[in-house]
């Protein structure tokens, strides 16, 4: 079968002989199912919809946070003094300006490596 590497598929034309083109190397093609849809469409004419579930992450991860934030004003609600404090205010600016400073530093990171292969 001259495959080179393991899991493969095979495509058998119903008219001549397979080609080279005919065999799908996951470990060299890569593991993606928009690749993989590609592969069949070129070969059998038959288009495959590739749907990806959504992300519910972060929608639940925001109703978490201001469900925690609700909670604390909820049980601190008669003393929220803390509201006035600037040492509250720049933990929580400090905080969040670490945060975005990481992000824009991962994404640089990665983009960096993308365009420099």
Not at 16 to 45: C, H, I, M, N
Not at 54 to 83: K, S, T
């Amino acid at each position: 079968l001259n495959m080179n590497s393991a899991p493969t598929f095979l495509h058998f034309p119903s008219k001549g002989k397979p080609r080279r083109s005919d065999t799908y190397e996951l470990q060299v093609k890569g593991f993606s199912a928009e690749q993989l849809a590609r592969w069949v469409a070129d070969r059998t004419d038959v288009q495959i919809r590739v749907i990806r579930p959504p992300n519910y992450a972060g929608p639940l991860l925001l109703g978490f946070l201001l469900a925690v934030i609700g909670g604390l004003a909820y049980l601190r609600r008669n003393n929220l003094e803390f509201l006035f404090n600037k040492n509250v205010w720049a933990f929580s600016a400090l905080v969040i300006c670490t945060h975005l400073y990481m992000s824009v530093s991962a994404l640089f990171i990665y983009l960096y490596c993308i365009l420099n292969k």
